[in-house]
């Protein structure tokens, strides 16, 4: 390395400055090419500071804007965005995934293990007494089966028989579990729309970014039904939840992938049956293995 290199990373930086502190190499603008940091004065004042602070804050705040309204009210225009290689004004799909789930699975978790959840009607403690029920009738082993098999079925059996006072331990041992089980179902998802979209141009990652879509969508919407419905005990949100995603849905796919109306609406149902097959087969995996670790 050359001794100008060293010195430029080693001294203070001046006002006159023209080289990185990071690694030395010429400064074209307020970010290093070379190394992608960002440069500054080496005495800045605290308001100075606290300046670049709010404006990261606040262009993060609009990016993140940006993503949030049309993900709620223009189906399938990221997705389209995206596609089209309009991507830096938007939050990336799997970033704004991995935020919208943390924030839903977060709150189920204190929702599903706070003492408050019993005042609420019909909801989580719905969930937990069909837990229970569904833990109860649990049978994997018959006559004929191996051994390791008759060990788990006995042991589901007693497991379930000790839930039957407080299912609390399940479900909160289920929420756990469900952040991976919905990761995991996210390919298979676009897998079927792969398969919807078998003959058209578009590629099974394009597939995947509409699949994280759809499902921050779905998750955040799920997400203000609960917390409405925590907080007001019923709300329209949560009842025309279902309505919601039926239509969000085939406008999203139209959007996306230009299909016609018909083709939409054939295409959402064969995805919506398939995805909720595949959704209670996961749940009730995630059933058996959280009772069988208990």
């Known amino acids: 390395m050359a001794l100008s290199r060293i010195f430029a990373t080693v001294l203070p930086m001046n006002e006159n400055r023209t080289n990185c502190r990071n690694c030395g190499e010429a400064l074209g603008g307020q970010y290093c090419s070379h190394c992608g940091q960002r440069e500054g004065r080496g005495d800045l004042s605290f308001g100075a500071v606290l300046g670049e602070l709010l404006d990261d804050v606040i262009s993060w705040d609009s990016r993140f804007w940006r993503t949030l309204l049309p993900l709620m009210f223009r189906p399938g225009f990221l997705t389209a965005e995206f596609i089209a ?32 959840v019993a005042q609420t009607e019909g ?20 006559e004929d089966s191996p051994q390791w098999l008759k060990d788990l079925d006995e042991r589901l059996e007693q497991n379930a028989e000790k839930l039957s006072d407080d299912p609390r331990q399940l479900i909160q041992s289920m929420v756990e579990y469900l952040p991976q089980m919905m990761f995991l179902l996210l390919p298979v998802f676009a897998l079927l729309l792969k398969f919807c979209y078998l003959f058209s141009p578009f590629h099974y990652l394009q597939h995947l970014v509409f699949t994280l879509h759809v499902h921050s969508f779905v998750y ?49 149902l064969f995805i919506l049956v398939a995805d909720g097959f595949l959704l209670v087969f996961s749940f009730a995996a995630v059933t058996i293995i959280a009772l069988a670790l208990l």
Not at 226 to 247: D, I, K, S
């Open 220 to 268: 955040l919407l799920y997400l203000f039904g609960q917390l409405a419905h925590f907080w007001l005990q019923g709300n329209a949100v949560t009842e025309a939840f279902p309505f919601l995603v039926l239509v969000y849905l085939p406008l999203a796919l139209m959007r996306t992938y230009n299909s016609s109306l018909a083709g939409a609406v054939g295409k959402t």
């Open 123 to 142: 909801g989580i403690d719905g969930a937990r007494e069909d837990a229970s029920d569904f833990a109860m009738s649990i049978s994997l082993a018959r």
């Open 85 to 116: 290689g309009r991507r830096a004004r938007y939050v990336p799909p799997f970033r704004l995934y991995l935020i919208v789930s943390f924030l839903l699975f977060l709150v189920v978790s204190l929702l599903a293990g706070g003492a408050s």
